[in-house]
């Protein structure tokens, strides 16, 4: 797959669902922490590379399956920061 301008693919990576104390928190419960791994970019992303770990803005995006996991197209303006 070819990304265009911007775009980014990113797999969002899950968090443990635990505190650092070791309670475990409930699913549904868990704040979503909007961190992924940049999977593909496009030809004009000029921040992120393939393999970056970034934290993006919640509710931003598009679901896609790609490889057989869910992941999400983003803007390169959507992400907050490269981790």
Not at 25 to 37: D, L
Not at 50 to 79: A, M, N, R, W
């Amino acid at each position: 797959m070819q990304l265009l301008r911007n775009l980014i693919l990113v797999k969002p990576i899950k968090e443990e669902n635990k505190t650092a104390s070791g309670l475990i928190i409930p699913e549904g419960k868990a704040e979503k922490q909007n961190v992924g791994e940049v999977l593909l970019t496009g030809p004009k992303a000029e921040i992120v590379k393939v393999g970056d770990k970034v934290k993006h803005h919640p509710h931003t995006g598009i679901s896609q399956v790609y490889e057989g996991e869910e992941c999400l197209f983003l803007k390169e303006d959507d992400i907050i920061a490269v981790l």
